[in-house]
Nanobody, 115 residues
């Protein structure tokens, strides 16, 4: 199982960014996916998740209405579109899945929201 995030960067408050997670090594189209984040000095926290078909999505309260999780099962990739970004969204963003009862994480991508 391999998860590789990309698309992070520096963005001004109010801006937008899309991060991606390319996957391999498992049957992506049958596997729910999630995004988590870890800010400096804080514990890693849940952000959003999506069912295997993409029909069901779930979000942390503080990102509802601003972030959108989606997936492309033909590309084995999950996305997190982030709009109206705030400085408190600054964190390393990780994608996560569970295969065979084990949790798998990517290496993370840094998102910094600052003017």
């Amino acid at each position: 199982v391999q998860l590789v995030e990309s698309g992070g960067g520096l963005v001004q408050p109010g801006g937008s960014l899309r991060v991606s997670c390319a996957t391999s090594g498992f049957t992506f189209s049958r596997t729910p996916m999630g995004w988590h984040r870890q800010a400096p000095g804080k514990e890693r926290e849940y952000v959003a998740s999506i069912g295997s078909s993409g029909g069901r999505t779930y979000y942390k309260d503080s990102v509802k209405g601003r972030f959108t999780i989606s997936r492309d099962n033909a590309k084995n990739t999950v996305y997190l579109q982030m709009n109206s970004l705030k400085p408190e969204d600054t964190a390393v963003y990780y994608c996560k899945t569970q295969v065979g009862g084990y949790d798998y994480w990517g290496q993370g991508t840094q998102v910094t929201v600052s003017s």
